[in-house]
């Protein structure tokens, strides 16, 4: 995790700490006081003292001193041997093969030391550490720097043997700031510069096994809302798990190089990877290659098409279960959805049932830049992957005939990719719809063929249900709801927070919430988190200039519903 400090903001939010000891020590048991970010630290602090217990080749380690004075001596001399393991580990993988990889950090840097600064404090317990840049500036600049190269880690994880995965993503973020802020004077996209640190841990071979990996956690967060946006950047597990997954599909494709090439390279973003993938004669674009990677989510098969499937072996079996949306399977029938996205959110919808010939309109905001490939299973299950050409005014039809007899099932797999730059702030949230009809080309249908249709139907809806339990662990409902403590949204699965809010909307009264707590963030509940949002219409719409419900839990959203939860305490 990287803490980003904006210089113009240093007069609104730091101030100095008059008598603090920054003078770096160089003895071990020296004590040096060292400021801290508070909205990391378990107890708010922004101060702390630490002792240095360890001086290794390339690191210093400091422990945070209460914590290291509660410690038996025993206790000591095991975390002792770890860190001596971790600063080999250091020395002789995690920095040769990263700064090989993406170059150096700034060595020997503000501090003219060429020895990097560990520091172990007591940190939240989901963080697992983190990197400040405000300490590559002088004091007279940012107050609160500790004028080192140094990064934070929790205590709590000091003897974890994960411990190097997070000290290989953090000292990326190190590199990151020498690579784009010293040399070009440029601010790295979070999304990309987390994405970077996050493929760290496969570089020193981390995720060589899976089990356990960082990799396969990324998979499990993944699978639970696989339309989180790669580049709308909230900090949560499900932004590493997307970023991860993607930054996976596109180095597996066109190699290590697009990662150091666009790190390397005064432009930042997406444009940074649409020069390396240039660079490097992949004659795609950033736009082709997400697109690609939402079509090989849904299919994972390289037999048609190599860009259509994962080339890691880990995670050549990951699949995306699409939303489903089922059609009567006799007569003439219409559908109609709307559903909310932001840009370079994956989506996946799988139309089935129906017998006859089927229409498909899409729709979207004219001037959005949708893109809409879909796949078509015949009744063989095999697939052809399409392109849905969409006018200037945002819309586009499919047409497909006999479809229930020549194709068994549609998935549509729309993705908004209008917006390449700017991801400072959280994004926008846009409509799209579609309608789907199909006119039955006979209505007496023989009644021996329904039933075989159905139970083709039931054997189906079997395996979807197998393949969704197999890829994600059914969790316990929360036994109280108290909080909801980040953003929720359409498609999430088997979320204990999505559980609370189905329990918090289940109790506002009669129409709000019918549905079973599922932790399935489907379309009962996304209407009723529009018919919450409308009824208090002054706290959460009117301030942001709207008018009617968007059945997203945003932060005004979520305030309010904390603010109600603590009143019915």
């Avoid at 597990?237 to 494709?253: E, P, Q, R």
């Avoid at 079509?295 to 050549?316: I, P, R």
């Avoid at 990719?417 to 023989?446: A, R």
């Avoid at 139970?455 to 393949?467: F, G, R, V, Y």
Wanted: hydrophobic residues 35%; aromatic residues 12%; charged residues 20%.
């Amino acid at each position: 995790m990287k803490l980003y400090i904006k210089l113009f903001l240093v007069a609104g939010v730091f101030f100095f700490l008059s008598g603090v000891n920054v003078a770096k020590a160089v003895n071990t048991g020296d004590v040096v006081n060292f400021n801290v970010d508070k909205s990391f630290d378990a107890s708010s602090r922004t101060q702390i003292s630490a002792t240095l217990v360890k001086v290794g080749a390339k690191l210093y380690f400091y422990v945070e001193k209460t914590w290291w004075d509660s410690q038996t001596y025993t206790k000591q001399s095991e975390i002792l041997v770890d860190l001596d393991n971790l600063s080999n580990e250091f020395d002789n993988n995690i920095y040769p093969k990263l700064t090989s990889t993406f170059g150096p950090e700034w060595n020997p840097g503000i501090d003219k030391d060429s020895r990097i600064t560990i520091l172990f404090d007591s940190l939240n317990s989901t963080e697992g550490g983190y990197f400040r840049e405000a300490d590559e500036y002088e004091k007279l600049q940012l107050p609160s720097s500790n004028e080192r190269e140094m990064l934070y880690l929790s205590v709590s994880n000091i003897t974890n043997n994960n411990l190097r995965v997070v000290l290989g993503h953090e000292f990326t973020h190190l590199i990151t700031f020498n690579q784009k802020n010293k040399i070009f004077g440029v601010e790295e996209d979070t999304w990309l510069n987390e994405a970077r640190a996050d493929y760290s841990s496969t570089i020193l071979g981390y995720d060589d096994q899976y089990n356990g990996s960082n990799l396969q956690q990324r998979v499990k967060d993944f699978i639970e809302n696989p339309s989180d946006s790669i580049t709308d950047w909230n900090n949560t597990k499900y932004d590493y798990a997307s970023v991860s997954l993607f930054i996976n599909y596109i180095v597996g494709h066109y190699g290590i190089n697009i990662l150091s090439d666009s790190l390397k390279s005064k432009s930042t973003g997406i444009e940074s990877i649409n020069g390396a993938l240039l660079y490097n004669n992949a004659n795609k674009n950033f736009s082709q290659v997400f697109t690609d990677w939402t079509v090989a989510l849904a299919v994972n098969d390289c037999s048609q098409k190599k860009e259509y499937c994962y080339l890691s072996q880990n995670l050549n079996s990951l699949r995306v279960n699409p939303t489903l949306i089922f059609l009567p399977l006799s007569g003439s029938s219409s559908l109609s959805t709307t559903n909310i996205t932001k840009n370079w959110s994956g989506s996946w919808q799988k139309i089935i049932g129906g017998s006859g010939n089927l229409k498909l309109d899409f729709s979207s905001i004219a001037g959005l830049n949708f893109q809409v490939p879909y796949v078509l299973y015949d009744k063989d299950n095999g697939y052809s992957v399409k392109f849905l050409q969409l006018d200037n005014n945002g819309k586009g039809e499919i047409n497909l005939q006999d479809f229930g007899t020549n194709y068994k099932s549609l998935v549509i797999i729309p993705s908004l990719q209008s917006k390449i730059s700017g991801f400072e702030n959280s994004d926008l949230i846009y409509p799209y719809s579609f309608v789907v009809s199909i006119v039955g080309k006979d209505t007496d249908i023989d009644k021996a063929l329904l039933i075989q249709k159905l139970l083709a139907q039931i054997e189906s809806l079997k395996k979807q249900i197998a393949d969704i339990l197999a890829q994600r662990a059914i969790a316990t409902p929360p036994t109280a709801c108290s909080q909801i403590t980040s953003n929720l949204s359409f498609g999430m699965y088997n979320n204990d927070q999505v559980r609370c809010l189905q329990t918090f909307l289940g109790s506002q009264g009669s129409g709000f919430y019918l549905g079973l707590v599922t932790g399935y963030y489907g379309p009962l509940t996304q209407a009723s988190v529009t018919k919450f949002q409308e009824k208090y219409a002054s706290d959460i719409l009117t301030p942001a200039g709207l008018k009617i419900g968007n059945g997203i839990v945003d932060d005004r959203t979520r305030a309010k519903i904390n603010q109600i939860l603590k009143a019915g305490k």
